[in-house]
């Protein structure tokens, strides 16, 4: 028999949807994640739980990447040189050398400027210009005659770009480019989630707390082995999320979801007075990286420099509070795994939590029309960055900084 829990969601979304089929099917799939909390009207009275859970995080874990979280840290740094999201979702921040923010201006005066040995300045600039690019066809103009004694042919002109039929031959030659692939992993606008009206109607008249609510797109080799995906940012500091853990995605004969999910609750799963201990924080998903960190840190040693130098080499940090205690006393799991189908709507029932998922095959022409990432790319790449916006090397200077926001024509929920 079915729980009231279990017939709402079959109710509002259907225990099946139509599958949709790809012309041309790729390795990559639309997923559509919600997890709630139930209401206490339809928890189940009585569920014995473990008092002391094992919980942890995967040791390869990856984080989604959330491009309003990248904008906001690099207004938060804005001295970083770089910015770019590695393999496992995390953002690393490439901040200033440590020898360029410490150098102590010299109160000595500028050294006078010497001119090399054996010559004059004059003599000097003369030299230089001979042993320029034109040394190799210095041509006297009166006579006619090389640099090198030898006559100059007349009838042996320069060509203007010797290598334009070489690079046009190669060009023809080399392979198409494959069009580029948009960012997997990347949080996609809520506007365009599938399940937003039922989830809002959920919320609002059956009492459900909405706790992780995302659609992103992602490749999903069959037989690969793919990193579990942290929901939570913990391990970012702040106050501890209700809900923490991580899902897993693979495909073999069918698409496979498994989770290791946990609910942080206020007691009343826990028997008895106290509290279990505190689960842990996830990892950090945000990684600075100063050049000469390592190589300059044994200037730290106490007495190593002066008193007044250290205090102008090394100020000291700013405060930061420590971690909040964990507010809760007890945690309850979900840890399940669940066959699926692509285009189908699936959910895991549970008495505490409810989990709604749903993979929607992409196709090629899909992939390549994608440019939901082309307001933050940059700041995925490691480009090089002023003020937050990426450097024109052409140029030597910085950018507009673009919107961030979902580009007009980008694909919303197929």
């Avoid at 001295?79 to 923010?101: F, H, I, K, N």
């Amino acid at each position: 028999m079915r729980s009231p829990f279990t017939r709402t969601f079959a109710l509002l979304f259907g225990l099946a949807g139509s599958t949709a089929l790809s012309a041309e099917p790729t390795d990559w799939y639309q997923v559509e994640l919600l997890v709630v909390e139930q209401p206490a009207r339809l928890r189940a009275d009585g569920e014995a739980w473990p008092p002391f859970p094992d919980l942890a995080y995967p040791g390869n874990g990856r984080f989604l990447i959330d491009p309003q979280r990248l904008q906001t840290r690099i207004a938060e740094h804005p001295e970083a040189l770089a910015s770019q999201v590695d393999a496992r979702g995390r953002q690393v921040l490439t901040l200033p050398p440590l020898a360029a923010a410490w150098r102590v201006p010299s109160s000595l005066p500028p050294a006078a400027d010497i001119p090399p040995t054996g010559g004059t300045p004059e003599a000097s600039d003369s030299q230089a210009a001979i042993t320029g690019a034109a040394a190799t066809r210095a041509v006297d103009d009166t006579t006619g005659v090389a640099g090198n004694g030898t006559p100059a042919a007349a009838s042996d002109p320069v060509p203007e770009n010797p290598g334009a039929d070489a690079d046009t031959a190669a060009a023809a030659e080399a392979p198409e480019a494959p069009p580029r692939l948009p960012v997997p992993h990347a949080l996609l606008p809520a506007s365009g989630h599938e399940f937003r009206g039922k989830a809002a109607y959920m919320a609002r008249n059956g009492g459900y707390r909405i706790l992780f609510h995302e659609r992103w797109w992602q490749p999903i080799p069959e037989g690969a082995s793919l990193r579990p995906i942290i929901l939570d940012h913990s391990g970012d500091g702040g106050s501890w999320p209700r809900l923490q853990g991580s899902v897993q995605l693979s495909r073999s004969r069918y698409l496979h979801l498994s989770t290791r999910l946990w609910l942080n609750t206020e007691g009343d799963t826990f028997p008895g007075e106290g509290a279990m201990p505190s689960p842990p924080r996830g990892p950090a998903s945000l990684l600075r990286e100063q050049p000469d960190a390592r190589a300059l840190s044994w200037l730290l040693v106490p007495g190593v420099l002066p008193a007044h130098l250290d205090r102008r080499l090394f100020p000291a940090p700013p405060t930061t509070e420590a971690p909040p205690d964990w507010p809760w006393r007890h945690a309850v799991t979900l840890e399940q795994q669940r066959r699926m189908r692509s285009g189908e709507v699936h959910y895991l029932d549970h008495p505490r939590l409810g989990l709604i998922i749903k993979l929607t095959p992409l196709d090629s022409d899909t992939l390549e029309a994608a440019d939901y990432d082309r307001a933050w790319h940059h700041l995925t790449t490691g480009a090089a960055l002023e003020n937050g916006a990426p450097v024109d090397a052409a140029e030597g200077k910085a950018g507009v900084s673009p919107a961030l926001q979902q580009p007009a024509g980008s694909p919303a929920a197929p």
